[in-house]
């Protein structure tokens, strides 16, 4: 069994060969080089997982051939041998990478026993980030995925608020957008990582527990507080205290968080001592806090502390053109979280994700992806395992300026009185068979279906033995034309 790849470079024949000997033994395949001209070529062309140099080549120096493997992989690990061993060149070695640094005339074992640690140890990494890596996609929140203009400038805004360790930060955004990842990302890119991030969702705690939530309390404080209990601010120490729909936060409270921001201090209910605190404070709301300060339901002093350093968030109608990757992400991360192997979305699907106005912006369409993984059997997800109402708005939504690739000239215009939309589905199906005079594929084809799905919806609507009439001519419908269904008529 072919446990590693290793490539000897050494000029001595006698000692590849048994260099390579010994290796084969142990279950490795192995490559010579005779000098650091076939060395580099070997490199490319055997990629190995290990190197074992001779420090004097005939035509390179064996140190400027490790610097070489470095560059290559930065993460390859290489003994280097030689029959000159002194310290210099030893500390040069091991400055420049090396992983183990062996003297000639050397003992054949000791460089077995080396190369079988270098292995153990390579694979023990291994073993370790494929294990992270599932916790992390199991376990860790969502990233801010996306390559827009917009995108791009809230990454720059994010890292200047991390590295410049902005006290007050407000993010505002509709709901759905990701200000919670945002919150997420400023903490984990700052110096205060690997301090505590504390949530609290003001919106959901009441407003008599919301003061204790956030100072704590000291014993007797209350008729329950029978023990010291710390809040928010002191469990957050040196880190990032995270206040979620501070739109909601009664009068009251906001003076207090208010004397937080203005004199890092503040004490605990029933306390009188005055307790520092160093926390970054990020705000987040879905609401006007503007205009909530013009009625007099929002602090204006605190509202413009937060200020100091806004980020908006814009909703995902208005950047459509992150749908894609976005999609991409999620896919990758449902599928490590389900086990499945879905490698993407259907050119129909595509365009009734692009097409929806998403409402519910981010967490929407992710659950609109969630949904249709779960519903998909095959690789591809299929547009009708996207809810109808999307389809429907895709449709009437396809002239926006978002990134839609539905031509504006297959607008549906909705009547006033309504429509039943199984009977323009099962419309739909006969207009493309009358079309296609039949030809199942072309028609499936034609309404964005797969065969099996057509099929399903000709038995679901009686059209199993429905013969398509030979259409008076097959060019597509203008702009103008009226779809007849057997109770309305609806212009397309």
Same mark, same amino acid.
Not at 9 to 23: G, I, P, R, T
Not at 30 to 41: C, F, I
Not at 47 to 70: H, M, R, T, Y
Not at 412 to 420: N, Y
């Given at each position: ?249 009664? %009068? @009251? *409270?906001?003076?207090?968080? !208010?004397?937080?921001?203005?004199? +890092? $201090? ?6 009188? #001592? ?31 502390? %937060? @200020? *100091?350093?806004?980020?908006? !968030?814009?909703?995902?109608?208005? +950047? $459509? ?6 999609? #991409? ?164």
């Amino acid at each position: 069994m072919d446990t590693g790849r290793v490539l000897i470079v050494d000029d001595e024949n006698l000692v590849c060969w048994s260099l390579a000997k010994m290796l084969k033994r142990a279950g490795h395949s192995t490559e010579v080089s005779n000098s650091g001209a076939d060395a580099r070529l070997k490199l490319e062309s055997f990629d190995p997982n290990l190197v074992i140099l001779d420090a004097s080549l005939p035509d390179i120096d064996g140190l400027q051939f490790l610097e070489e493997c470095k560059i290559h992989n930065d993460a390859l690990p290489v003994i280097v041998m030689t029959s000159s061993y002194h310290s210099n060149l030893a500390f040069k070695a091991f400055s420049l990478g090396a992983e183990d640094y062996i003297g000639k005339p050397f003992n054949i074992d000791m460089v077995e026993r080396s190369v079988q640690k270098i292995f153990v140890k390579m694979n023990l990494e291994k073993d370790a980030i494929f294990s992270q890596g599932r916790l992390r996609k199991k376990h860790l929140p969502d990233q801010l995925v996306g390559n827009c203009p917009s995108m791009v400038e809230l990454f720059k805004t994010m890292n200047t608020c991390a590295q410049q360790d902005c006290k007050t930060i407000l993010i505002l955004g509709e709901s759905g957008t990701g200000k919670e990842l945002v919150t997420h990302g400023i903490h984990n890119l700052s110096a205060r990582k690997d301090a505590p991030l504390v949530e609290v969702n003001c919106a959901s705690i009441p407003d008599n527990l919301l003061e204790n939530e956030l100072f704590g309390h000291e014993k007797g404080a209350y008729t329950d507080a029978g023990n010291r209990e710390v809040g928010v601010f002191e469990q957050a120490a040196g880190g990032t205290v995270f206040l979620d729909e501070i739109g909601d936060m009664p %009068l @009251n *409270m906001q003076a207090k968080v !208010l004397k937080i921001i203005e004199n +890092r $201090k503040f004490r605990r209910l029933g306390g009188q #001592e005055e307790i520092e605190t160093d926390v970054r404070i990020i705000a987040a709301t879905n609401q006007n806090l503007h205009k909530m300060v013009q009625e007099g339901t929002f602090r204006g002093d605190l509202f413009y502390r %937060l @200020n *100091m350093m806004c980020i908006t !968030l814009r909703p995902l109608r208005e +950047r $459509k053109k992150c749908i894609p990757s976005m999609v #991409e992400y999620f896919i990758g991360r449902l599928n490590a979280e389900y086990g499945r192997n879905v490698s993407g979305v259907s050119g129909s699907g595509l365009k009734v994700l692009m097409g929806y106005d998403w409402p519910g912006n981010v967490r929407e369409l992710r659950n609109a992806i969630e949904r249709a993984m779960m519903l998909e059997k095959g690789r591809i997800l299929s547009v009708e395992h996207f809810c109808a109402e999307s389809r429907l708005d895709a449709v009437e939504k396809c002239g926006c300026d978002g990134g839609c690739s539905v031509p504006a000239s297959s607008r549906i215009i909705l009547p006033a009185e309504g429509v039943c939309i199984e009977d323009v589905e099962k419309e739909y199906i006969k207009q493309a068979l009358a079309r296609y005079d039949g030809n199942q594929t072309k028609a499936a084809k034609c309404l964005g279906l797969s065969l099996d799905t057509l099929r399903y919806r000709r038995k679901k609507f009686g059209l199993e033995n429905y013969l398509a009439p030979k259409p008076p001519s097959i060019a597509a419908p203008d702009k103008e034309a009226v779809v007849a269904t057997p109770s309305r008529a609806i212009p397309v």
